[in-house]
């Protein structure tokens, strides 16, 4: 089973999973919402605050996938998104991809008051 661990305050990102949860062939995905179930984070091995940062995927073999990779894991087993993950995995496109993501992904972190709240936790856990 694929686990998608998803930030489900995050209205895009939301809309987007819905998309896809809506498509999912039964019983492939486990879709975890880390904004509203932080103890799922545990699974990953990191903090709330970092695993809102990107979108993080668990394959089917336990190995964690984030940004592009976690979307293109996805994309593999979606229904007409199959074309998406081939093209999202060449090289060039790939590096591209994923520089673009994380430059939304910052941004989105940054302006999401949960993410925050989420961040200040932990440097407050480790006394920064």
Not at 54 to 72: E, L, P
Not at 88 to 95: D, F, G, M, N
Not at 101 to 125: I, M, T
């Amino acid at each position: 089973m694929i686990t998608v661990y998803y930030d489900g305050l995050c209205g895009l990102c939301s809309k987007e999973i819905n998309h896809y949860r809506s498509i999912a062939p039964a019983n492939r995905f486990d879709w975890a919402d880390i904004a509203s179930d932080a103890s799922r984070c545990a699974e990953l091995g990191v903090s709330q605050a970092r695993a809102l940062e990107v979108i993080h995927v668990r394959d089917d073999s336990g190995a964690i996938h984030t940004g592009v990779a976690a979307f293109v894991v996805m994309w593999r087993v979606l229904p007409r998104w199959g074309w998406l993950a081939t093209v999202a995995s060449l090289p060039l496109l790939r590096s591209l991809a994923e520089q673009l993501y994380r430059l939304f992904a910052r941004w989105r972190f940054q302006r999401l008051g949960h993410c925050q709240l989420a961040a200040q936790r932990e440097r407050n856990e480790h006394g920064a």
